[in-house]
């Protein structure tokens, strides 16, 4: 019998994973004063290789959000040249300047890296809406106690993340990748 309820206790961790996966497009401000550092997810440079407007919204986050609580930020490349008169503690490199593609996770691992070395677990996520609930979900999965700021929609029609210029081609996108993840156990 204990059995029995040990994989029902899955199935329905997974039912209620599956259903965010199809249903949460937008997360509540979750932001408490115990958070220990700022960790920032970005989206990609526009097609001239200039930061756009999804990182130029992220930098303002960031720095509103500094500006509250000054704490230490680790960055992803993207975002993190828009920051470097605040105090970047890690930067994660851009797509530019990687031979592979680099996804949330490799972004979140990152982080967990640098953080880990410092001893902070309890992060402020920056990124954008609808992908902070799949990066909030990967830093879950990876031990992170994650607060969320308020965050917005931003699309970029210049971006050079095609899925990113509207959210007609980044929702269908959102929704295949988090049912991956969840099936590959990445959420």
């Not at 990182?55 to 040249?81: C, D, F, M, S, T």
Request: charged share 25%; glycine share 6%; hydrophobic share 40%.
């Amino acid at each position: 019998c204990a059995i029995i309820i040990k994989e029902d206790s899955h199935m329905i961790a997974f039912l209620r994973k599956l259903w965010g996966c199809l249903t949460v497009w937008h997360l509540e401000e979750s932001e408490t004063d115990d958070a220990d550092v700022i960790i920032a997810h970005a989206g990609g440079d526009n097609t001239k290789g200039e930061p756009g407007l999804i990182n130029a919204y992220l930098e303002r986050v960031v720095r509103e959000i500094y500006a509250r609580k000054p704490l230490p930020i680790v960055a992803q490349g993207e975002l993190a040249r828009c920051l470097a008169d605040l105090p970047l503690v890690g930067r994660i490199p851009r797509q530019a300047e990687s031979s592979t593609y680099i996804d949330t996770v490799d972004v979140a691992k990152w982080h967990l890296a640098v953080c880990q070395e410092n001893g902070w677990t309890k992060p402020i996520l920056v990124s954008f809406q609808p992908h902070i609930w799949r990066a909030m979900m990967v830093c879950r999965k990876l031990g992170f106690e994650v607060q969320i700021p308020r965050v917005g929609e931003v699309y970029d029609k210049d971006c050079s993340q095609k899925w990113l210029r509207s959210p007609w081609l980044n929702n269908p996108r959102e929704i295949v990748c988090r049912v991956i993840w969840l099936k590959k156990r990445k959420i």
